[in-house]
């Protein structure tokens, strides 16, 4: 068994189909002062960042959570979760990376692939700050469990106006689709602006990836190839890192992955400065 691995007793129902929600919460943010983003209060009643999205998977049917952690991030996250969120089990996984050679881990397919030994059926991998919606996951594990889509993944597509600032640039990633609506790229924008997307190729009807996908769990295998080709291309670099949706893009152009488009009417709602839980916990506030 893998050293990276760290795991809880899974106690689900018998028959129960084991769909995983895997949450990336190994790092901390620099531009959040250190702290641990997913822990900041944003709930209507005092509940965290994490627990808002979680509580929204669990609601949305997903029966199995993971939590690839890093070095600073598993004993807070162990310590406040434990083995189980809502009578939900948790397996954790973690991070590791050569500190002699590297000034971070090597990204998020890195961080995908640490848990590739725990994650034992199709997924829903997502951002742990970052707040989705229930309807989101909801579509997600639809899709999942519809027998319609065996050989398919999926990924959530947002509207511009629901995931992108009114003033200011962000980076975001752009879906290509082919004419039935499976992905063929994922193209990634920088500096992009809500009041000029034109500028940067994109339209109000363009679709964005917020970093969520439900996998199937053959997807892993495929991105494991593509983290071993990425760290053999970029030998002796201490920094580049392998980006979950740029490999996922190129998996489904090179149609090694058939993945769905699936257009949300959630808005998302993420903390990246300080300041920006405020904005949350007010957005939440405001839902019915």
């Not at 979760?81 to 881990?105: A, C, H, L, M, T």
């Not at 640039?169 to 290509?176: D, H, K, L, P, Q």
């Not at 992905?183 to 990836?209: C, M, T």
């Not at 904005?279 to 405001?286: E, F, G, I, P």
Request: proline residues 3%; charged residues 25%; contains cysteine.
């Amino acid at each position: 068994m893998s050293k990276n691995l760290i795991s809880s007793q899974n106690s689900k129902a018998k028959g129960s189909p084991c769909l995983s929600i895997v949450y990336m919460v190994a790092g901390l943010s620099s531009r959040f002062g250190g702290k641990i983003k997913q822990f900041e209060i944003v709930g209507k009643n005092g509940e965290t960042l994490i627990e808002t999205s979680m509580s929204q998977a669990i609601s949305a049917g997903f029966n199995e959570i993971v939590f690839i952690v890093g070095e600073k991030t598993e004993a807070p996250f162990r310590e406040k979760f434990g083995n189980s969120f809502r009578g939900i089990p948790i397996k954790y996984v973690r991070q590791e990376f050569n500190s002699k050679e590297r000034d971070k881990p090597w990204g998020t397919v890195d961080a995908l692939v640490s848990a590739i030994h725990v994650i034992k059926g199709d997924f829903c991998v997502c951002n742990g700050d970052d707040i989705y919606g229930e309807e989101s996951f909801k579509s997600t594990k639809d899709f999942l469990l519809d027998s319609k889509n065996t050989n398919l993944s999926c990924a959530l597509g947002f509207a511009p106006k629901n995931c992108m600032p009114v003033i200011g640039a962000v980076n975001r990633g752009v879906f290509s689709v082919d004419e039935n609506g499976l992905v063929f790229g994922i193209k990634e924008i920088l500096g992009i602006e809500l009041n000029k997307l034109e500028e940067k190729g994109a339209s109000a009807s363009s679709l964005i990836s917020m970093n969520i996908f439900g996998l199937r769990k053959n997807a892993l295998n495929l991105l494991q190839e593509k983290l071993i080709s990425f760290k053999l291309s970029h030998p002796l670099d201490r920094k580049s890192e392998c980006y979950l949706p740029v490999e996922i893009g190129e998996l489904t152009k090179s149609g090694k992955i058939r993945m769905r488009l699936i257009p949300t009417k959630s808005v998302w709602l993420g903390i990246t400065n300080p300041g920006d839980e405020r904005v949350v916990a007010s957005a939440l506030l405001m839902e019915k």
